[in-house]
């Protein structure tokens, strides 16, 4: 079992920035690949990136690419989203995820999850 809580969410004007974290707690965190993924209403939640368990690779979702970076504490058991450039377009509720595989893109395949954190870009 994995628990997992996000924070940092907010109210951002755009080209602003935010960094999300997501805690981990409940089994080793240097063996678990974690992912980040949003969802906007009305829509399917996507994926925005991942990293590897041991923080030397990380892959993005094309919309994000260049933008928002991904990184991992493990001796703070902690992910970080680092989102920079921030667009109305990016508002949605950002989750993160865990998996025992790295560079799973589709939520199905992420078997634990934070309960979301709310990031809103205004124009």
């Known amino acids: 079992q994995v628990q997992l809580v996000e924070s940092g969410g907010g109210l951002v004007q755009a080209g602003g920035s935010l960094r999300l974290s997501c805690v981990a707690s409940?089994?080793?965190?240097?063996?678990?690949?974690m992912g980040w993924f949003r969802q906007a209403p009305g829509k399917e939640r996507e994926f925005v990136g991942c990293i590897h368990m041991s923080g030397d690779d990380t892959r993005y979702a094309d919309p994000v690419k260049g933008r928002f970076t991904i990184s991992r504490d493990n001796a703070k058991n902690t992910v970080y989203l680092q989102m920079n450039s921030l667009k109305p377009e990016d508002t949605a509720v950002y989750y993160c995820?865990?998996?025992?595989?790295?560079?799973?893109?589709?939520?199905?395949?992420?078997?634990?999850w934070g309960q979301g954190t709310q990031v809103t870009v205004f124009s």
């Open positions: 409940g089994r080793t965190f240097g063996s678990i690949a």
């Open positions: 995820a865990a998996a025992g595989y790295y560079a799973y893109t589709r939520p199905d395949d992420y078997s634990y």
